[in-house]
């Protein structure tokens, strides 16, 4: 047995078997590498065109302006400015002309369209803090307009180039990080466009779909799985739950707009439609991932509560349930990143609208982030362009803290139990 | 109850075939030594008495390798039931064999004490009351092969005729003595060597109730006839 | 020297098994013409046993022959398998317990269950004591609760070694550790009926030996049915043995009578080792 003449273990036929094995295997791990490598690089390719276009959206140029409030045509109380009605009084102010005319005196007439929205938003909002700016002379900053904006960071029109020029020489430009971008709503001005609105819609959304889906969709697969009992009928039922988390998104758009908008008649683009449509899609993702987390709750612990006098409810909320919650958080963050990214259902409610004000509350009109993102990428001003990327890193880091959030619960759960 | 089937462990019936081998041997070698000290006694063989005294040897020497087989056989395999009770009765048998086997050795002993015996009326009567002992001794070890109740109840009822025998030979002997006295040493021997062979005979029943419990499992009921009255 | 036999003292003879009791003497359960049946298949055949609250009853028998399946019946566990169907009249104190009056969740708080494989809750070792006597409300306050968690503990033989750490998960200690915590459990609802399905056959010799000392110490508090594939532990733990063989209950006597002199032939081809 142990001679050295060569046995079934070290014959060259068994010698080839095993060199091919190897290299199969080799072969094998080489392209699980390629793979994993591939998609790698995408995500790269994707994180680094996002950062490179979006980066300039977070900053803004900026210019010197010095400004004679007392010589302006700036008629403004500073005693109502004080008071509750400070914003409208300041709002029916001349503002725009001020500026324009304050740019020109500074740098001449070719900087009549220096300043846009931004800048009068600026100022308004400098008025209203502190009125007694108005009595004398003061040097603002204040944002730049679009197209200068967009000539100082790449390439816009001769007149803008020139401008921009003009204002280096005199160092009167800076650029700054544009805070406006996270605070502001939609506007038509690219300058003045900021996601806050967009965040605030998007955050009241997914709060009506994850208040709306989790406890329905964790009940439902709590029913279905334990107290259900296994005929026809439930078959149909997992049939239906199976398909339904399978059906285009859009559909569900038609069915809140039929359902909620038509027949009910609730609030166009408002974040409790958004919601319930989002929640009608997010649900079956639930049920299903639900079910299979309570699935492998091994039985013994079952039959462990059973033994001790449970009864068939304490079992389940006790320790089934308990147990199968890591998985059913799992299946919460898949079904919340999906709801988050989705723009389809949402047009079709009417969240493609205008919406220039943060809403306040469900009811209000507003619109989500992916929805705002396209909506940028359809304009026609060129400003709009580094917006929309800068938008997209702003859902990324959303859609990342949110999934932070989830999956810190769901390791939090795991560990206790 | 009957044995139906082996054991799914061969093995362990392999280790009761050879528990159960090693009495029969052991009964062999008992019967067989009576058999020739009675020879002895009757043919002065000197020679063959001092054989028979030595052979014992044997018979200890397997009764140390039943009882060690036996213990080993309780510790491994764990026996239950009938199985148990048979290897218990197997432990209890061999040392009731060895004692049969050094009742043949004492009578072996006597044999050249008993060099001028004449024609004495009792030394007749031993050979036939040794060949119903040794039937009984045969009988009985068949009937533990065989696990065969019945045929243990039937060697106890055997017993009466070896105790009348044993009587008879008493009293023959007695007189004996009293007819003259110098045939007193020799008769006492004859007297031991009877009482020996009635031992074996009871013995013989001893051996039977350990069958009979192995078997079925309940205690024989009082054995038929009564014992010798001396 | 010759020892002083007056100083010899014997033991005291087994009070049950000395003395039969006497027939009129009720059983704590009683089983008659039970039969279980899974969809079409006949599991178990007209099974009719008593057992009495101051013994262990030891069920024994092949793979597959009923024995966890009639251990089963006795607390309801069978009503969770959808297929499973229980004809027959079980009794615990004389009253019917499939009968709509008795509440399935007292009846398996009376009748407690160790499993096979041991199944500590992941919670704390503190928890999983204290959870049947809270959700059954046995304890009015904490202190109270410590003391039956104590007391459960202690009497599983388990409290010496966990009292420092009863805040440690269950799942944490050794496996025969886990099913003493898991008799220790089935204690805490104070049961009047334990019931044990082979739980010593995922333990080693030294877990198995502690876990058949502390059943000899429950026997007077609680009746006690185990079932057993071992032969020998069912020989060393109960005074009464019941043998099942294909659904049927053959023979149930003196476990020492079963195991030296058994009635039926099944029984001693089982248990001699002749069986297949």
């Known amino acids: 047995m142990n001679s050295a003449a060569p046995n079934r273990w070290t014959a060259d036929a068994m010698r080839k078997r095993v060199r091919r094995r190897y290299s199969s295997e080799r072969w094998f791990h080489a ?16 994180l680094t065109t996002m950062a490179a276009k979006g980066f300039g959206g977070f900053t803004q140029y900026e210019a010197r302006l010095p400004i004679d409030f007392a010589r302006s045509d700036l008629f403004l109380d500073p005693a109502t400015l004080r008071g509750p009605e400070a914003a409208q009084t300041v709002a029916g102010a001349d503002i725009e002309g001020t500026l324009t005319k304050a740019a020109s005196a500074a740098y001449g007439p070719q900087a009549a369209e220096l300043f846009g929205d931004a800048a009068v938003n600026r100022l308004s909002s400098a008025i209203v803090a502190n009125p007694d700016i108005l009595k004398g002379q003061s040097t603002l900053w204040l944002p730049v307009s679009s197209k200068v904006d967009v000539a100082a960071k790449t390439k816009g029109d001769d007149k803008s180039e020139a401008l921009v020029n003009a204002l280096e020489q005199r160092q009167s430009l800076r650029r700054t990080f544009n805070t406006g971008f996270l605070t502001a709503s939609d506007s038509t001005d690219p300058s003045a466009v900021g996601v806050w609105g967009a965040l605030k ?24 799985e334990e107290f259900a009992p296994r005929n026809r009928w439930t078959d149909m ?119 220039a004000a943060p809403p306040h509350g469900i009811t209000d009109p507003a619109t989500v982030l992916p929805v705002q993102i396209f909506l940028w990428s359809d304009e026609v001003d060129r400003g709009f362009v580094e917006k929309t990327s800068a938008a997209i890193i702003v859902l990324l880091l959303f859609m990342l803290a949110m999934n932070g959030l989830a999956i810190y619960l769901r390791n939090r759960f795991e560990q206790r139990w | 109850m009957q044995q139906a089937s082996g054991h799914t462990l061969k093995a362990f019936d392999e280790d009761i075939e050879r528990l159960r081998a090693l009495i029969s041997q052991m009964g062999g070698l008992a019967e067989h030594s009576i058999d020739e000290a009675m020879r002895c006694l009757i043919q002065r063989d000197l020679e063959g008495a001092a054989l028979i005294v030595q052979d014992d040897k044997k018979l200890d020497a397997l009764e140390i390798e039943t009882e060690k087989r036996a213990v080993q056989l309780i510790a491994l395999r764990a026996p239950m039931a009938a199985d148990l009770r048979d290897v218990v009765a197997a432990l209890k048998i061999s040392g009731v064999v060895e ?46 092969v065989e696990r065969d109740a019945e045929a243990a109840v039937r060697v106890c009822e055997r017993d009466q005729a070896v105790d009348d025998f044993y009587d008879s030979i008493f009293r023959a002997l007695l007189t004996h003595m009293m007819e003259n006295p110098h045939n007193i040493g020799q008769s006492a021997h004859l007297l031991f060597v009877a009482k020996n062979l009635e031992r074996v005979g009871d013995h013989a029943t001893n051996i039977a109730e350990m069958v009979y419990y192995a078997a079925t499992g309940q205690h024989m009921a009082d054995r038929p006839g009564k014992s010798s009255s001396y | 020297m010759t020892p002083n036999h007056s100083t010899i003292t014997l033991p005291k003879p087994e009070v049950a098994d000395a003395v039969e009791p006497p027939v009129e003497r009720n059983p704590k359960m009683s089983a008659e013409s039970v039969s279980v049946f899974y969809g079409d298949k006949q599991a178990l055949k007209d099974v009719s046993i008593k057992i009495y609250d101051d013994r262990v009853t030891a069920f024994i028998g092949p793979s597959g022959c009923g024995k966890s399946t009639f251990l089963r019946c006795l607390n309801r566990m069978n009503d969770t398998i959808p297929s499973a169907r229980v004809t027959g009249k079980i009794e615990l104190d004389g009253k019917d317990i499939t ?104 333990l080693d010799p030294i877990a198995t030996a502690k876990i058949e000392e502390l059943i000899h110490e429950l026997r007077g508090r609680y009746a006690i049915a185990i079932v057993t594939h071992n032969m020998q532990q069912a020989a060393r733990v109960s005074q009464r043995t019941a043998f099942f063989h294909l659904g049927e209950m053959v023979e149930y006597g003196k476990t020492s009578e079963i195991f030296t002199n058994p009635r039926e032939q099944r029984t001693q081809d089982y248990i001699t080792g002749r069986y297949g």
């Open chain 2, 99 to 144: 004692r049969i086997g050094d009742y043949a050795k004492n009578i072996a002993k006597r044999v050249p004490l008993l060099e001028n015996v004449g024609k004495i009326e009792p030394l007749s009567l031993l050979p036939e009351m040794a060949r119903i002992s040794n039937e009984m001794v045969h009988d009985v070890l068949d009937a533990f």
């Open chain 1, 237 to 355: 039922i997992e049939v239906s739950i199976n398909n339904l988390a399978a059906v285009p998104s859009i559909i569900f758009g038609l069915l809140g707009l039929a359902v909620f908008l038509n027949t009910m008649n609730l609030t166009r683009s408002a974040p409790i439609v958004g919601g319930m449509t989002l929640a009608l899609m997010t649900m079956p993702v639930i049920v299903i991932a639900g079910r299979n987390a309570i699935k492998t709750v091994p039985p013994s612990i079952r039959d462990a509560a059973l033994g001790v006098g449970a009864s068939k409810m304490q079992v389940t909320f006790h320790h089934v349930l308990p147990l199968a919650l890591p998985g059913i958080l799992t299946g919460t963050i898949i079904g919340m990143a999906r709801a988050l990214g989705e723009t389809a259902p949402l047009l079709m409610i009417g969240m493609r609208a205008f919406v």
């Open chain 1, 31 to 46: 392209v699980g590498l390629g793979a994993v490598a591939l998609s790698v690089l995408f995500l790269a390719f994707l």
């Open chain 3, 99 to 202: 009968s709509t009056a008795m509440d399935v969740v007292q009846l398996r708080a009376r009748v407690g269950m160790v499993f096979q494989k041991p199944n500590p809750f992941p919670k704390s070792i503190f928890e999983n004591v204290a959870y049947g006597p809270r959700i059954h409300g046995l304890s009015s306050s904490k202190s109270e609760l410590d003391g039956i968690v104590e007391s459960s503990l202690k009497r599983a033989g388990l409290w010496d070694e966990v009292k420092d750490r009863l805040s440690e998960s269950g799942t944490a200690l050794s496996g025969g550790q886990q099913q003493r915590l898991c008799i220790a459990r089935a204690i805490a609802v104070d049961p009047e009926v334990i019931l044990m399905d082979e739980p010593c056959s995922a």
């Open chain 1, 201 to 224: 819609g998007t955050f009241f959304t997914i709060l009506v779909t994850m208040l709306l889906a989790f406890p329905i969709g964790v009940l439902a697969a709590v029913y279905l």
